[in-house]
C-alpha cells in the first residue's frame, strides 16, 4: 500500500535532475514510509526525458514517469500527475530544488495531524527582489478578489489528501489554478514554514508576464468580483458624468461659450476612454475562459507512461 506520492513537473532541467536525484530518494527513504515518486515531463527540448527514463530504470521501484506529448504547463503537468497517484498522501515538488525535497516530512507529519491540505511558506526566499515583490502583492491582490488565503501562493512544495486530489480530478476546467482550487475544496487546511534554496542549475521558467498571466487565471478562475468592480465603476462614472454635463450646461447659459477647456475635456475623454478598454480586457478574459471550456479539448496528451508492475 503506497502512502506518499510526490509528484514533480519536469521541463528543461537537465542540469539539475541528478542532484534532485541524488537527494529525494534518500529524503524520502528516510521518511520510512511507502512511496512513488512521479516524475512528468512537460514537453522538454533538453535531455531530461533520456535522464528521467535512466532514473527509472535504476529505481523501477519507486519511480514513474509520465511523458507528455509537448509543452501544456506546469499546472497540467501535475494535473496528469493527479490522475496517476496511488498514495494517501500527496506531495507536489518543483524540479530545481528551491524546495529542499528533505522538508516533505514536515508536510507529511502536519497530514497526520488530521489536516487534509498543507500549504508551505518560504523562509528566507532567494528569489531576486522584482519576483519577491511582484509575488506579494499579487498575493494581496488574489486575497482580496478571491478571498483566498494563502500566504505564499508561488511555492509548490504543498500536500493533499486523497480525498482533495479526487476532487480535483473530477473537476474539468481547462485553466485552473490548483493550489487555489484544492483550498476551496479543504475542510482542514493549514501553513508551515519550509526552507528556499537558490537554484542551483538551471533558469526559471516563469517570467514577468507568466506571473501576471497565472494571476489573471487565477482571479477570472474563482471569482467574478473584478466584473462587479467594473460595473459598479460604470454606474458611478455614469452619475458623475451626468453631473458633468449639467454642470457645463449651466455653465455655458451663466459664463457663454468657451473654448480654454477644451485640451480638458480631451484629457477626460482620454481617460474613460482608457478605462473602458481595460475594461473590455477583463470581459475579454472570462469570455476566454467560456471559449476553452465550451471546445472540450483534452488539457493534456500523454506520450507514454513508465511504470513497473505493481
Sequence with gaps: MIEVSVIIPVYNEEQGLQALFDRLYPALDKLGRAYEIIFVNDGSRDRSAMLLKNQFEARRDVTRVILLKGNFGQHMAIMAGFEQVRGKYIVTLDADLQNPPEEIGK?????????????SIRKNRQDDLWRSVASRMMNRLRERITRIKMTD???????YSRSIIDAINSAREINTFIPALAYTFASNPTEIEVEHEERTAGESKYSLY??????????????????????????VVSCLSTLF????????LIVGPEAEGVFTLFGIVFFFIGIILFGIGILGEYVGRIYQEVRHRPRYLIEAILEGKE
Design 245 to 252: 454635463v449639467v454642470y457645463l450646461a449651466v455653465r455655458r
Design 153 to 159: 501562493q508561488g511555492c509548490m512544495l504543498r500536500a
Design 107 to 119: 508536510l507529511l507529519g502536519r497530514m497526520d495531524e488530521g489536516y487534509d491540505y498543507v500549504g
Design 210 to 235: 507568466s506571473l501576471i498571466r497565472l494571476n489573471f487565471d487565477l482571479m477570472t478562475g474563482f471569482s467574478v468580483v473584478p466584473l462587479q468592480v467594473f460595473s459598479l465603476f460604470g454606474i
